[in-house]
């Protein structure tokens, strides 16, 4: 974690079970994916106010010792609300992480990081490919995974009772 947290600002680095992954700058179809649902994440929320969307870099760590995410997009709802240290970073467990695929990562967000975020009890995951459009979202239940949405150009979150599109 030491090392992790001396990493300059700005580096695109995790740092899940105490091993460092960097990857490099996002292109632009992912880029494109991760704007459009970031906006229309702001606009569900600017009529309800229950809840933050924060896009990367940003950190979000699930401990304190061996694990530290950047997820494409972060949603704390209000009742979580403590995680989020305005002043810094996310210490805890957001309510949904979204995932935009790269090319050289789609095993690391559709193993590594849903595991993690299983492990951790995220609520909700989106996992989106920009090339194909598949969007892929999995809810928590018993501690588990399921998938409740896989469909091309749109989820219908569980978690936020609403449905996105790009």
């Given at each position: 974690?030491?090392?992790?947290?001396?990493?300059p600002e700005g580096t695109l680095a995790e740092l899940?079970?105490?091993?460092?992954?960097?990857?490099?700058?996002?292109?632009?179809?992912?880029?494109?994916?991760?704007?459009?649902?970031?906006?229309?994440?702001?606009?569900?929320?600017?009529?309800?106010?229950?809840?933050?969307?924060?896009?990367?870099?940003?950190?979000?760590?699930?401990?304190?010792?061996?694990?530290?995410?950047?997820?494409?997009?972060?949603?704390?709802?209000?009742?979580?609300?403590?995680?989020?240290?305005?002043?810094?970073?996310?210490?805890?467990?957001?309510?949904?992480?979204?995932?935009?695929?790269?090319?050289?990562?789609?095993?690391?967000?559709?193993?590594?990081?849903?595991?993690?975020?299983?492990?951790?009890?995220?609520?909700?995951?989106?996992?989106?490919?920009?090339?194909?459009?598949?969007?892929?979202?999995?809810?928590?239940?018993?501690?588990?995974?399921?998938?409740?949405?896989?469909?091309?150009?749109?989820?219908?979150?569980v978690l936020l009772g609403a449905p996105f599109s790009?």
């Amino acid at each position: 974690m030491e090392v992790y947290q001396g990493l300059p600002e700005g580096t695109l680095a995790e740092l899940i079970d105490n091993q460092i992954y960097m990857s490099p700058s996002p292109v632009f179809k992912h880029q494109k994916t991760v704007q459009l649902l970031n906006q229309q994440l702001l606009s569900h929320f600017s009529t309800r106010a229950n809840g933050e969307v924060i896009i990367a870099p940003f950190d979000v760590y699930l401990d304190e010792t061996s694990n530290a995410v950047q997820p494409d997009i972060t949603v704390v709802l209000e009742e979580s609300r403590q995680i989020l240290d305005e002043n810094g970073h996310i210490h805890g467990v957001p309510d949904l992480l979204v995932e935009v695929l790269s090319p050289g990562n789609r095993d690391h967000d559709l193993i590594t990081k849903k595991d993690l975020y299983e492990q951790f009890g995220v609520k909700e995951y989106w996992a989106v490919d920009p090339e194909t459009k598949l969007a892929l979202g999995f809810t928590l239940k018993a501690g588990k995974y399921e998938l409740f949405s896989d469909q091309i150009g749109k989820i219908e979150s569980v978690l936020l009772g609403a449905p996105f599109s790009f």
